[in-house]
């Protein structure tokens, strides 16, 4: 069978075609293409603007992505869109082109959740049957375990999202959106080598960031350019505090309170594999920490390239087939789409009750 | 702090012990996420102990792991001398060694509340119900005793509860609070909320049918002391921005 998938809960847009060819055969990936809205340096992307760039690139990246995946309107069996959790304007705009493909070409509709749509192309792609999850994003950051047919969380942020975090940092630095804000400071945390202390704030299986950025944006004004030399930050060895440490310390901080927390789930449900998805699992030092973490287990990490941990219409196509083929339909009135949708709302009824 | 890296610790290799515990019987217990924790004894070799140690985690800046460990330590400690102090049951501390990483406890007898229920959920009649209810409650009053002295636990799961003395035929035991590595001293409803949705969620994810149970803790924790409803009233704040928290994608 055959999927295709619209995803916009952000500032991305994606649309991906995938082939389910049988049961005991991996998917076959036929297109994934993505167009992205960056704002200005400085400033975030707004709901409107967001919704109004997935409206003018749904229908070309939709007929690039048909031509590229070479299949007739006829051989797709669905047309799978993310329901939520997501930003209302953008994931309303890519609903209304779903269901107006639904419509032009009789296909039936899967509202897909966004998150279970990572989880699940993660696991496609890294072959980790049964890990323990860790999903950040810029708008998302939970600790998820499988377990009864629903992917349950065990921990999460309790107030901004660690990408979110990172992206907000970013504009306090001014460091450019593109290609995206998190990129650009991993490229300058390799550059920083002081550490400067920041709170680190984990509470149980969850993590707070808010208090964090605080004090980033704090330690950034005291490095302002226009202060004086002698009156700007300086570390431990005399030497002035530089944009870089600022961006290593901020990484070092966060990601141990990642992966410490990812860590206590494992150690809580006896598990020694973690997959990393969302947007920020494509972060190298990230995954160099993690894997760090899994080895001193005896387990390993697993994560996949931007192609598939950035938000991306492949995942959404992928997971919404998986329901498709165990009968779920959503007829045209139930597909709303929903700002707020937990992951472990979603009835996992393709996965076995234990693992695999 | 000491420059020397502390050596590897397996299961067979002998540990660089501090002067009160002996050499020969280290017997490993968990790796948990933070800590190995070993049984051994102290001086006599009667005396059982708990032994928790912090090993640098490879994955940390080296500054941050040092400035962690050693807080976390300190803290652990200072907590669990103000518990004793106050009459909330929690183990002794009977040695500390805050830059090597280390810990020594009272030995609980006992096991884990994981534990118990991992046995008995599932599988109860109603006697079995009706032992479990009590279990409930003695663990919803040992948390609301820890409360009401200004004492919030930041890991309160199920497997940091110890049932003691119980034997796994019986669920009549005192709770025992251990693992006091990310506890704080704070008189804020929302951090004594937040121990609560912790418990609640450790409860959910590992427990899936003794969700139900957690009522039962709630009602019990309620009741333990006079600042309690309010709290119970700040876990609902706490749980809806949980769920707020799915805003985005
Ligand atoms: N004082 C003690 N007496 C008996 N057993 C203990 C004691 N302290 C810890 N344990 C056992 O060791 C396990 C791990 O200890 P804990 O303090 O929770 O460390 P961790 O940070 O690894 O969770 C506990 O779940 C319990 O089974
Ligand atoms: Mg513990």
């Known amino acids: ?356 | 702090m000491s420059p020397t890296k502390p050596p590897l610790v397996g299961a067979s290799t002998p540990l660089p012990l501090p002067p009160p515990f002996s050499h020969s019987a280290l017997r490993l217990l968990t790796q948990g996420a933070e800590a190995l924790v070993f049984h051994t004894t102290l001086l006599d070799s009667r005396t059982p102990v708990a032994l928790k140690y912090r090993p640098p985690k490879p994955y940390r800046h080296p500054l941050l792991d040092r400035r962690l460990t050693r807080q976390r330590l300190l803290a652990e400690a200072r907590v669990l001398v103000k518990c004793r102090k106050e009459g909330v049951l929690v183990p002794d501390v009977v040695a500390l060694g805050a830059d090597e990483g280390w810990l020594g406890l009272g030995w609980v007898e006992g096991a884990t509340v994981r534990r118990v229920l991992d046995k008995w959920v599932g599988k109860r009649g109603e006697e079995g119900e009706g032992e479990l209810m009590g279990l409930m409650g003695r663990v919803g009053r040992a948390v609301g005793r820890m409360h009401e002295i200004g004492v919030c636990h930041g890991d309160l799961t199920t497997s940091n509860l110890m049932d003691s003395p119980a034997d796994l035929r019986s669920l009549a035991g005192d709770i025992v609070l251990i693992d006091f590595g990310l506890a704080t001293q704070s008189i804020q409803d929302e951090d004594r909320a937040v121990d609560l949705y912790v418990l609640e969620r450790a409860f959910a994810a590992t427990h899936p049918v003794a969700e139900p149970l957690f009522q039962e803790v709630l009602r019990t924790y309620g009741e333990s002391y006079k600042g309690a409803k309010v709290v119970l009233r700040r876990l609902e704040d706490v749980r809806m921005r949980g769920r707020k928290r799915s805003m985005l994608g």
Not at chain 1, 194 to 218: R, T, W
Not at chain 1, 235 to 251: H, P, R, Y
Not at chain 1, 282 to 308: H, I, P, Y
Request: proline share 4%; net charge neutral.
């Open chain 1, 1 to 356: 069978m055959i999927a295709l998938g619209l995803e916009g809960s952000a500032n991305k847009l994606g649309v991906g075609i995938i082939s389910h060819p049988s049961p005991s055969k991996p998917p076959l990936i036929l297109a994934n293409l993505r167009h992205t809205y960056n704002s200005p340096p400085g400033e975030g992307f707004l709901p409107k603007d967001t919704a109004k760039h997935h409206r003018t690139w749904v229908v070309r990246l939709v007929k690039q992505a048909m031509r590229q995946a070479g299949v007739k309107v006829e051989n797709i069996s669905c047309i799978c869109y993310t329901k939520g959790p997501g930003m209302g304007a953008p994931l309303q705009s890519v609903a209304i082109a779903a269901r107006t493909l639904a419509l032009l070409w009789n296909k039936e509709l899967i509202g897909v959740n966004h998150c279970i749509g990572h989880i699940e192309m993660g696991r496609a792609i890294t072959h980790a049957p049964n890990p323990i999850v860790l999903y950040v994003s810029g708008g998302n950051t939970q600790v998820i375990a499988y377990s009864h047919r629903r992917y349950r969380i065990f921990g999460e942020a309790l107030d901004l999202a660690v990408g979110n975090c990172l992206d907000r940092f970013a504009r306090t630095l001014m460091i450019p959106n593109n290609p995206a804000p998190g990129y650009n400071i991993e490229q300058l945390a390799k550059k920083g080598r002081h550490l400067i202390e920041l709170p680190y704030a984990v509470k149980g299986m969850d993590a707070s960031f808010s208090g964090i950025l605080a004090a980033a944006d704090v330690l950034a004004a005291q490095i302002s350019e226009d202060l004086d030399e002698g009156k700007r930050l300086r570390a431990e060895d005399g030497e002035v505090v530089t944009k870089a440490d600022l961006c290593f310390s901020l990484q070092e901080t966060v990601f141990a309170m990642l992966v410490e927390i990812t860590e206590r789930a494992m150690a809580h449900v006896g598990s020694s594999e973690v997959l990393i998805v969302g947007g920020v699992g494509c972060n190298e030092r990230l995954q160099e920490m993690m894997a760090l973490m899994a080895k001193d287990r005896g387990g390993s990490v697993f994560a996949t390239d931007e192609r598939f941990c950035i938000d991306n219409g492949i995942m959404i196509a992928h997971a919404g087939l998986l329901a498709y083929e165990t009968g779920i339909r959503m007829p045209l009135e139930e597909s709303t789409c929903t700002q707020r949708y937990r992951t472990d709302e979603v009835f996992v009824a393709w996965r076995d009750q234990d693992t695999a």
